[in-house]
């Protein structure tokens, strides 16, 4: 790729832009001008439709984990911090498997395209969920959650910035609270198929393998409808790939101009100059990203644990207020409703208020809801508090999904973007081994004590040192 700005260890310099980088700055602008119609909103959909089976698979881990515990294939807790034949085993492996797919092949959009890897990776959690709903043994159980994680991993990321990229900077904030609010309509799918199935053995089956096998065929289904999305242009163009670029873009116009039912406006010559480029990893660690990396670490380890701790363990920790397990999944069920509910409440503020805002106050949300959580013995004020948590725990979700992908250039989005994010499969993996420990010695109470610590360092590293991008495109950020 031409080389448009040089990133020095002392400077910055300006290089004069190449007809190539020209070229992909006019299709960056003339993205960004386009109305918000329905056709845009099609894409987002069908891209959050893949999404939707990545989450299913993460909000089970916490659904089923009763059940497999009454099978006897896990236990609910082990003698030992890291005790791999525990339901805490099982959850890390699952992260330590999105670590990898996020740290380790976070390149692979930036490198093949987010179309190919958005496929592909879909495919992989459909094998590798359906071998480790078959599996008897608990270690390989573990292991193959591990692997199936992997490909959940390359997809999230991928996802992210696919969705930044095919939409308009005005509607960067919505169209990603859309995005999570329809990947987590999942949570309440999962929820009540957990509740049916869990408790029951169908056909000699345990109702918790069912659960996982219901998810990796449905995305099989899934893998051939989205198919119809297009590579990002924005890609394409970053590539060199201007011919396919601007095809691919001609038809995006085309559909959005007959529903707008006017000419499109105008790009701004604003966007048309040019952004440092960043073709490498270690440029990465050069002002102005330096300092986003860092917060966005700090910040990706901490809420995992925040979040994680108690999306997976809803169940568990109302089982520890005293709650049956029959009853924990119905409770559970209701409480995940609100998982897809935030993001659509976020939708309406989304481009409105500063991103990091939203993350700042949604975080001190779920300090105060949570704290409440752990005192409550009722089951309506425990699910009253409990779907308040899920809202808020949702607006950080959606925001902080469209925040971090924004912060970073097309043509390593998609790599920084896993890097940063890998720090919270990490957060997460440690969660359950946190969680366990807390819950074993300190109860529920001891649990949102710990949460509250984690989100306390949500709120200082986004308030502190996270930049405004709301308003902005993304090549204004890359400066």
């Known amino acids: ?37 329905p056709h845009l909103w099609v894409l987002v959909l069908l891209i959050s439709l893949g999404g939707f089976f990545e989450v299913y698979d993460l909000i089970f881990t916490g659904y089923i984990a009763p059940g497999m515990a009454r099978s006897g294939v896990l236990a609910t807790t082990t003698e030992s911090f890291f005790g791999f034949q525990g339901i805490a085993g099982f959850i890390a492996a699952t992260f330590a498997g999105l670590f990898v797919g996020t740290f380790f092949l976070g ?21 590798g969920s359906a071998v480790m709903a078959l599996q008897t043994s608990g270690d390989l159980i573990v292991l193959w959650r591990f692997i199936t994680g992997i490909g959940v991993g390359v997809e999230i990321v991928t996802i992210d910035s696919y ?32 509740y049916w199935l869990v408790p029951t053995t169908l056909f000699g089956m345990d109702g918790w393998r069912w659960v996982v096998l219901i998810g990796s065929v449905g995305a099989l289904v899934v893998w051939f409808i989205r198919r119809a999305v297009p590579e990002s242009p924005r890609w394409l163009a970053q590539q060199g790939r201007t011919d396919e670029a601007e095809q691919v873009l001609q038809r995006i116009e085309a ?18 100059r040019s952004a440092p480029s960043t073709s490498s990893f270690n440029d990465l660690w050069q002002a102005p990203y330096r300092s986003r990396m860092v917060m966005l670490i ?32 119905l409770y559970a069920f209701v409480i995940a409703f609100a998982l897809p509910i935030g993001p659509l409440l976020a939708m309406t503020i989304a481009d409105r208020v500063q991103r990091k805002w939203l993350i700042v106050c949604s975080a001190l949300a779920v300090i ?36 971090q992908a924004e912060l970073f250039p097309t043509v390593v989005r998609c790599r920084a973007n896993g890097f940063v994010y890998s720090a919270s499969r990490v957060g997460a993996m440690m969660s359950g081994f946190v969680i366990a420990f807390l819950l074993r010695d300190f109860g529920v109470a001891g649990v949102f004590a710990g949460i509250t610590g984690c989100m306390l360092v949500v709120v200082v590293s986004i308030a502190v040192f996270g930049p405004k991008t709301n308003g902005l495109s993304l090549e204004e950020l890359s400066h």
């Open 1 to 37: 790729m031409s080389t448009l700005l040089t990133v020095h260890r002392s400077a910055l310099e300006t290089a004069p832009p190449s007809p190539a980088a020209n070229a992909a700055a006019a299709i960056t602008a003339r993205m960004d001008r386009l109305p918000g119609t």
């Open 107 to 127: 390149f692979l959009p930036d490198r093949y395209g987010r179309r190919a890897v958005f496929t592909w990776s879909l495919l992989w959690y459909c094998v």
């Open 163 to 194: 969705v930044t990229e095919l939409v308009p900077q005005h509607m960067r904030g919505r169209a990603m609270a859309f995005n999570q609010a329809v990947m987590f309509a999942a949570a309440p799918v999962a929820a009540i198929l957990s």
């Open 255 to 272: 559909r959005v101009a007959a529903e707008h039912g006017d000419v499109l406006p105008m790009p701004k010559p604003a966007a048309l």
């Open 298 to 329: 700090v910040f990706n380890f901490f809420q995992a644990i925040g979040y994680y701790g108690f999306a997976n363990w809803v169940p568990t920790l109302l089982i520890g207020q005293g709650i049956t397990v029959t009853r924990s999944l």
């Open 368 to 403: 105060v809801f949570g704290l409440l959580f752990a005192r409550m013995k009722d089951p309506l004020l425990l699910i009253v508090f409990g779907v308040l948590v899920s809202l808020a725990g949702q607006t950080i979700s959606a925001s902080y999904h469209a925040y």
